[in-house]
């Protein structure tokens, strides 16, 4: 079985971006554009990582330009963007295509598990992967990434990997 620990990223910093290296945390994939309404929504990404980076959550951008051609700067022009207006301290990767044939292969995936319909139609369409590599949840851009429903999500998920392991030992009755 896939998960999304088997895909990587180029970095927007350099290097790359192994999904293998967030298993047994909670990831939140954003994908991510500077000229779009939704933008100020990297507010939001920011202080949830700032909030959750040390509970195992990680926030990963994922710029692209597939949508009303919104992004159309290269890897510079996005990173002081992002630097300047947003102080994006959570990981980037570079520009991506998400939908359509030149898909990168982790939003492929996401088409072929979760359906055709529920690939990103817009920017800033969100997708949280559980510790596991599978996808917990999927919301539109119109969902904020602090949004209660997210954030609910993400509670639960902690608290399963966080729940005490059951003893296998047995009490036994005094007589």
């Excluded at 292969?105 to 359906?115: K, M």
């Amino acid at each position: 079985m896939t998960t999304a620990h088997e895909f990587e990223f180029d970095a927007l910093d350099g290097g790359r971006i192994a999904m293998a290296d967030f298993a047994g945390k909670v990831v939140l994939v954003v994908n991510t554009a500077s000229e779009c309404g939704f933008t100020t929504q990297y507010s939001d990404m920011e202080a949830l990582w700032r909030s959750y980076r040390d509970r195992d959550v990680v926030v990963l951008g994922v710029p692209s330009n597939d949508f009303g051609k919104q992004e159309p700067g290269d890897e510079t022009d996005i990173r002081e963007f992002c630097a300047h207006y947003y102080r994006i301290s959570f990981p980037m990767t570079t520009k991506q295509h998400v939908i359509g044939p030149d898909a990168h292969p982790f939003y492929s995936w996401v088409a072929r598990e979760l359906g055709e319909d529920m690939a990103p139609k817009w920017n800033f369409h969100k997708y949280l992967i559980d510790s596991s590599g599978a996808i917990a949840g999927a919301w539109p851009s119109k969902v904020e990434p602090r949004d209660k429903e997210i954030g609910n999500v993400i509670q639960d998920l902690l608290s399963l990997s966080r729940a005490p392991e059951r003893s296998t030992w047995t009490r036994k009755k005094s007589s």
